[in-house]
Each structure stands twice: as C-alpha cells, then as structure tokens.
C-alpha cells in the first residue's frame, strides 16, 4: 500500500473582517493529527478594544429654557405645586395650633398650652388633621401662583415698554402677583374651608374626603366659597409681599451687599442670596397679611358668620392675635418656597432674568435732562 501524501500546510488565517487577529500556525507534520491541530487553529487574541476607534459623542452645553415660553410656564407650574404643596403640609401641626389659637384664644393662649391640650384631649393623631386638604388646595394654588406670576410679569412688562417696566418695576410686581393670586386663590378656597372645618369644629370628620362632601351638601357651593373675598384679602397681600420684598431684595443683595454681579456668583452663591431674600420676603409677607388670616379662621369655624361680625367682634388688636406662630410657620415657608423654586431653575435650567437695569434708552434721557438742568 503506497503512503499517503503528506499533508498540506494549513493557510494563514487573517481575521481583519471580524476584528481579530488569528496567529498564523505552523505547519503540520505527517504525524500531526486533527486533535492536535484544532488548538493551534482557535489561538484567537482579540484586538484590544482601547484601538478601536469610537464615534465622537455630541454632548453640547443643555440650553436654557428662554423665559416667558409654555415649557418655562408649566415647568414653573410645577415647581411651584411641589414647593407649595410640601412645604405647607410639613407645617400642619403649627396651623393647626395658629387656627385655634386664632378662634378660641380662652382655651388656647399661647403655642405650648395649645399643644399640651391638644394633645392631651385628642391625641398625638390629631395634630396632622387636614394634611391631605393643605397639600391638596397648596399644590393648585402653588401651580397658578407662580406659574401664572411669570406669564404677568412678562405681559405687564411689554403693555409699559422697557422705560416704564423697569421705573416702575415694583408696580410691576404687584400686579403680576396680585393677578396670579387671585385665579390661584379660586382652586384654593374649597380645600381652605375644608381643612378649618376640621381643625377647629368639635366633632368634625377627620377625613377630607367626608368633610368636603359634607360642607357642599349642607351649605352648597357657597359654603366653600364664602371665605374667598377674605381669603383674597389675605392671601394677594401675602403674595404680592413675597414677591416685592423678593425682587427688590435680590435687587438690593445684588447691589450694594454682593461684591460681585450674579452671573460671576456660583450657584452655592446665588442660593444664598435668594434665601435671604426670601427669609426677608416671608416676614413682611406675614405681617402684611395677618389681620385677613385670623378674619378667615373665624369665618369658617361658625356657618353663621360673616366677614362684618367677626370684625366686629374682634376689634383692632383682636385681628393681631397668633402672629408669632403664624410668622414661625408662614415665614418659614415663604423662605423656603422661594429658595426651593430659584433652586428648580437653576436645576432645570430655567432663564433667570438678571436684576433689572436701567435700559439705554433711559439713561440717554436722563444724561440730555441732567445737561439741560446744567446749562440752565
């Protein structure tokens, strides 16, 4: 029997179509055998994967949102629902206490005796009485407030002209809040009625969802409705405060007590302006609303009264009573609010309009009025 041929080399593999690199194995010998030859085949080593050129990713600087758009009004929409619904729920136990100090202040005479007979009559539960009514009604009234203030303020602004916007600029601010407050304080109103009810009437259900329901059936829509022209006194005197001392706060820090202009300030910088601008604009926002509060808690604890009886029988210094906790509370919050709605703009790269500045056009006015009282 003739032998067999030998046989032949095998050819050099070149992976360059799969990525790989095949090393080239010698060639086999007669007495190669195909279990042998196998491994030396797979001696696959992978390309390492730091060569392999990659595509360039387009990751540019994220815009802002331009002021005064749809998206930047809903996106403040819905800050300002968080911001408000959470924060004046974290509060409940504190308005419960300011409400009834506000409405029986025999029983309730100060904050701490407040709370030691609350608690002792009714139990630690009660203290949270009327949360979901509070974080409810505030997350409508926090979505139109300021939400609808930025949509004002830019409307307003364009009716006066840059020359009147920035003269008078704090006029500017009071209409824009007053405007957003007073749609906002429609949505509020219902929920406004429903948590007083339940804070401040023996016996009342403790569940929003009974006492509601409860109030339209025995008083109709009316009877949540009927703290709305003092909830307005209140509430557009509270907010247009806010905003006022805020905007002119922030003008005043940025001017006189930062060294610096706010766009060369960091975001920690910028933070902390906003929230001692806001601390400012809480104090003043509460005091400014004081006497409309306690005309509400008033209100709507008796379906009988009206806005001219409770007056009547509080007298002057009666309108001023709770306005240490209603500061600690309301203060507190108004800080917060706004510290934690200039805080979602810079997060979600909303335009914040700088201070304002006095436009060119009236600095040229002012220049050519001030060389003419010279020359006279």
Known sequence: MEPSPPAADPQPLHGNQLGVRVDKCESATESTTRSS???????????????????????GPREEVPFGTFKYTYMSGIAGSLCCGLTNMSVVPLDL??????????KYPSILSAARVTLREEGVRTMVKGWAATGTGYAFQ???????????????????????????????YLASASSAEAVADVFLAPFIATKVRMQTTPGSPSQM???????????????????LPPLWMRQIPFTTAKFVFFERSLEFLYKHVV????????????????FAAGCCA???????????????????????????????????????????????MMGSIAAIQLFTFDSVKLAFKLERPPPPEMPESLKKKLAAASSALHVH
């Open 37 to 59: 030859l196998v491994p030396n085949l797979l001696q696959v080593k992978m390309l390492d994967y730091r060569n392999v050129p990659t595509m360039p990713k387009k990751m």
């Open 97 to 106: 206490i300011k409400c009834r100090i506000q409405v029986d202040s025999v």
């Open 142 to 172: 926090g979505f139109c407030k300021f939400g609808l203030y930025e949509v004002f303020k830019k409307k307003y602004a364009q009716w006066m002209g840059p020359e009147h916007a920035y003269t008078y600029r704090t006029l500017l």
């Open 209 to 227: 969802r009974r006492v509601l329901p409860l109030i339209y059936r025995k008083e109709g829509l009316a009877g949540l409705y009927k703290g």
């Open 259 to 274: 060294p610096k202009k706010r766009d060369e300030c960091t975001k920690r910088e910028q933070l902390m302006v906003s």
């Open 282 to 328: 809480g104090v003043a926002a509460v005091i400014c609303s004081q006497p409309p509060d306690v005309i509400i808690s008033k209100l709507y604890r008796d379906p009988n009264a009206t806005v001219f009886s409770v007056v009547r029988n509080l007298g002057l210094m009666g309108m001023w009573t709770g306005l240490v906790p209603r500061i600690l």
